[in-house]
Structure formats: C-alpha cells, structure tokens
C-alpha cells in the first residue's frame, strides 16, 4: 500500500483538509483509500509527481484518456484563452462556433458517412445519448417497436441506466434494481481454453457472434434497435475481438436492420494505431461513442459520431420542429471544443496515431516477455493496449486486483 503519511506532509503548500472523508470517491475502497491515500500533485509527461514528491509512471495514461502525456502545452494555452473569450455560451437555440468546428473536424476525419456528431460530457453521457438515438431514429421512421437494446456480458458503458442496463459487468448492475427493460446480452468472447497468451486477435471466437442469431429469433429483428459492443473491451480487463467476431456482427446486425454502436470511448483517438477501431478492423458501425482521448482528458467532454442516414432521417417536418428533445447543458462546452482542437492538432502534428501504431509490436514483445512469470495466466495486446491476467487468490479475485495496485504504487 501507499507510502504516503500525511502527517510528514507539508499541509501549508498543497491544498489538503486534515480530514479525506466528505469527498466520497468513485469505484473506490474510501475506508482503505484514505487510511493509506495515494494523492498526486502534479503530473508531466508520462509522469505524475506524489504530494510526497515520488515519481509514479502512468502506465494507464490516467484512465485510458490521457493520450498524448499530461500538461501538453498546446493544450493548456488553448484552454487558458478561450476561458478569458468565451467562458460559456449555451447550444440550445444558441451557439457559438466552436462546436460546429469541432463537429466539421471530425467528421472529416472519420471514415464513410459517419459525419453528424452530437455532443455530451463524458462516456457514459455519450452512450446514453447513443442508446437515445438509437430507439428514436427506430421510431421517427415508424419502427417504434423496435425498443430492445443488445449489449454483452462483461461489457462496461459507463454508469448511466442505459449503459448499466446494456453493460454486462455485474458489481455495476446488481445494486441498481431492474434497469432498462427490454436488454438481452451477447456471450462474451473471453476463453482461456482457446486463447491463452494469443498475440493480437485471438483466432478462435467468431463463431460467438452468431449468438445474435439467436437473440433475434427469440425476440424477434422487429422489436430490436441496437447492438452496442466495445470493440476491444477495456475495463472488464482487455478482451480482444477474434479475428472475423466484428465483421460477423455488423452482417448480423445488417440482415435484420438492427443498429450497431461501437463503444469507442477507449479505443478512439489512437489507443489502437489507428484514429478509432472502426479503421482499425475495417468494420463500420452505424454510430461510436467516445470521450477520454478526445481532450486529452483536460476537459470533460464526450461524443456519438452519427451516420448520415440516421441524422436525415430526424431532419422531416416543420423547420421550427426541435428534432431530437436531447442534450446536455455543457453540449459543446467552449473549453472542452478548445482543448478538443489543440489535441487533435497535437495527435496530427506529433503523428502520435502513427507512432502508436509504430509501438505495437515493440509493445508485444515486451509485454509478452512476461510470460512465464508466477501468477502470470494469460497476456493479451492489441494496439497500445494490453492486460496480464492474474491467477485470482482463492475465494476473492478483486484482492489481488488491490495488492498488485498497492505494491506497484
Ligand atoms: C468503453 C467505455 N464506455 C464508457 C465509459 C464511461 O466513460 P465515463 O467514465 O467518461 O463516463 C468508459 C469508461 O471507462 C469506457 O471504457
């Protein structure tokens, strides 16, 4: 566990209360976390700085969102100048040009006609928003039956009742009631069996997607909006897609006219060598939901990325007709659509896409080097991304999870 005591620490030169309790943490241990805090002060680069001055290599570039290293420069000058300009101006009925920019940016940046981008605040706002879509898009072309949403088990969507009720990791739903009726969920596609220490894809699994098959004849295409998928699955501890899975998806999913959404929030913005999964696998989904990468993490913000046929099919009616009674009070937030451009310039200027993609197999190898080593069970990469599965200690699998954070903090 941390090494930090806060009775050494100078509680004159950082800005601490004697007292850690009235912050209630998120998807944290308060009671152990603040008997023994791991508090960082600063962070630069690849590196964050304890307030007891110990260097902490951020391994996981903070919460998979920090993609270019911290306290870019760019960035933060972007941020500091578009708070003395325009600190706040609302998106409803009004505007301001940053959120068009931004949308026209990406959009020219995304394959195919995956061009009209709607914007929220975080991960889990952007899949809620994406889910949203989903069941309205079904009903303004006169499918409104269409209201089952498919997710998959050991899926993470946020922490929304929508991205609960489609997630499939069951510490995140249990405590929560009944959720969003009407949600059945894919198999996950984990299997040490088959797949052990495979390098990239796994071969064995597509066949795992055709459990839509299934799905679809039980509840029948007519009552289904949506399947929403990570493409490589992050938070339930990095489960790569076998070779084939995605594109079996998609097909299904085109058989049936029901809509595909590719969770990107972190495979998006260069975490794979590519600018999202959807260029990485060559399979296009019908709407991505990102968020993290996109700022660089400096500012909130998060984003569904909309095909076109969908976005027209909103624009009938009578002009003065709001189209879609949907949106966040921060939608397009000045600041986050500022860092947002000083990041895509930095991700454009440094080739970091690039460079990651560069990396990959570097990566591979080393982290495939560590086979072998106790505990070790399986080693899994894609991209820049990895995982290293531990044997669970006996009877509780989350503590081993908690002594290996400790030790290597
Ligand atoms: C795939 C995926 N979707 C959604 C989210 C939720 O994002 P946020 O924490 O910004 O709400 C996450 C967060 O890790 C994620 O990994």
Redesign the pocket.
């Known amino acids: 566990m941390s090494k930090i005591d806060l009775s050494k620490i100078d509680l004159s030169k950082i800005d601490l209360p004697e007292r850690l309790d009235a912050f209630w943490m998120p998807f944290t241990a308060n009671r152990q976390f603040k008997a023994k805090p791991r508090l960082m002060a600063s962070a630069q680069g690849m590196y964050y700085t304890t307030i007891d001055d110990r260097q902490v290599l951020d391994g996981t570039a903070g919460?998979?969102?920090v993609n270019a290293g911290h306290c870019r420069q760019k960035i933060v000058e972007a941020i500091h100048k578009q708070v003395s300009t325009l600190d706040f101006a609302p998106t409803f009925q009004m505007g301001h040009p940053g959120p068009f920019a931004l949308a026209d940016r990406l959009a020219k940046m995304l394959p195919g006609d995956l061009n009209h981008i709607f914007f929220a605040?975080?991960?889990?706002?952007?899949?809620d928003t994406a889910l949203k879509i989903a069941l309205a898009y079904h009903r303004v072309r006169g499918e409104g039956a269409r209201t089952r949403l498919i997710g998959r088990e050991r899926?993470?969507?946020?922490?929304?009742f929508g991205?609960i009720s489609v997630g499939g990791i069951a510490p995140n739903r249990k405590f929560f009631g009944a959720m969003l009726p009407g949600v059945d969920h894919l198999p996950h596609t984990h299997n040490l069996e088959q797949n052990a220490f495979s390098r990239g894809q796994p071969q064995w699994g597509a066949h795992l997607a055709e459990e839509l098959e299934r799905i679809v004849a039980l509840h029948d295409a007519s009552n289904i909006a949506a399947v929403i998928v990570?493409p490589v699955?992050?938070?339930t501890g990095v489960l790569i897609p076998p070779v084939g899975y995605l594109q079996k998806l998609r097909a299904i999913c085109d058989k049936y006219g029901i809509l595909l959404i590719f969770?990107?929030?972190?495979?998006g913005f260069g975490r794979l060598g590519s600018g999202f999964a959807t260029d990485y696998f060559g399979v296009m989904p019908d709407l991505i939901?990102v968020?993290?990468g996109i700022t660089n993490a400096t500012v909130?913000m998060?984003a569904v990325f909309v095909r076109e046929g969908i976005y027209n099919a909103f624009m009938h009616g009578a002009d003065s007709a709001i189209e879609l009674f949907h949106g966040y009070t921060y939608s397009g937030h000045p600041l986050a659509c500022a860092a947002a451009q000083a990041t895509l310039d930095l991700y454009e200027e440094e080739g970091l896409f690039e460079r990651a993609n560069g990396l990959a197999s570097y990566w591979e190898d080393a982290i495939h080097s560590l086979k072998g080593f106790p505990h070790v069970i399986d080693i899994r990469n894609l991209g820049l991304v990895a995982g290293i599965e531990l044997a669970a200690i006996a009877g509780s699998p989350g503590r081993t999870r908690l002594r290996l954070h400790g030790a290597l903090f």
């Open positions: 919460l998979w969102c605040n975080s991960g889990s706002e952007a899949v899926g993470y969507h946020g922490v929304g991205g990570e699955a992050g938070s969770d990107e929030v972190i495979t939901t968020a993290k909130p998060g």
